[in-house]
């Protein structure tokens, strides 16, 4: 049973492009939640979605960064012309109902030049 | 600001010893989790305590809950060498909408030496 899936596990962007992070859940998993860790910090919340539909997206910056989890494929992140401070590691965790832990990725590492 | 803090932000000890790492919350929990994160890797769930337990074990690690204080600590005994990582504790505040909407503080770097 395979884990929670990101890629790519690295990315490099210049100032201006766009990145797309993607996330592929747990078999079985229809919450997904993506997390920004800066360095030498915790996570924080960006955006919860289930299938087609965004729960809550109370840490998503108001601007440039939008997420979706279409019916079939993987949830994407989507954030347009990045800027240097949006150089993070983008992390997805995925849960099934009803119960209390995630189960995360490896995370996505975004570097913008 | 965040909803928990651990401390300390950095503990070095010697293979064998035992580990403690303590974290503050602000208001009323759900429950509370702690997660460990090796470096640069994903996060790996170990312990969820719920508001109303005060105590759990599993293996080598061990958490307490203190609501009236709002702490909780993981102590991790006879630690080995493979323990290096960060670990986090992270809550979920009631009427989260029943979602999983983990608030998590800045973490414990853990070193331990052989």
């Known amino acids: 049973n395979a884990g929670v899936m990101q890629n790519p596990r690295h990315l490099v962007r210049r100032r201006g492009q766009e990145a797309r992070l993607r996330c592929s859940p747990m078999?079985?998993?229809?919450?997904v939640y993506w997390y920004r860790q800066l360095p030498e910090e915790g996570l924080k919340f960006m955006v919860y979605?289930?299938?087609?539909?965004?729960?809550?997206e109370s840490g998503m910056p108001k601007e440039r960064f939008s997420a979706e989890f279409p019916k079939e494929g993987p949830s994407i992140l989507r954030i347009q012309q990045v800027v240097r401070g949006d150089s993070a590691a983008y992390f997805c965790?995925?849960?099934?109902?009803?119960?209390?832990?995630?189960?995360f990725g490896e995370g996505s590492r975004l570097t913008v030049l | 600001s965040q909803q928990g803090e651990e401390d300390p932000q950095a503990l070095s000890i010697q293979e064998g010893e035992n580990a403690t790492m303590n974290c503050s919350y602000k208001?009323?929990?759900?429950?509370l989790q702690w997660y460990r994160q090796n470096s640069g890797r994903g996060l790996v769930h170990l312990i969820l305590?719920?508001?109303?337990?005060r105590e759990k074990h599993s293996g080598r690690l061990r958490v307490t809950l203190d609501t009236s204080k709002k702490s909780s600590s993981l102590l991790i005994t006879a630690s080995r060498a493979a323990d290096t990582a960060s670990y986090f504790c992270?809550?979920?505040?009631?009427?989260?909408?029943?979602?999983?909407?983990?608030?998590f503080g800045a973490g414990t770097r853990l070193a331990v030496h052989p």
């Open positions: 979605l289930q299938k087609e539909n965004i729960i809550d």
């Open positions: 965790a995925s849960s099934p109902p009803y119960t209390g832990e995630l189960f």
């Open positions: 208001t009323s929990i759900n429950n």
């Open positions: 992270a809550t979920v505040l009631p009427f989260s909408g029943g979602y999983n909407k983990l608030i």
């Open positions: 078999k079985g998993h229809s919450h």
């Open positions: 305590i719920r508001s109303n337990e």
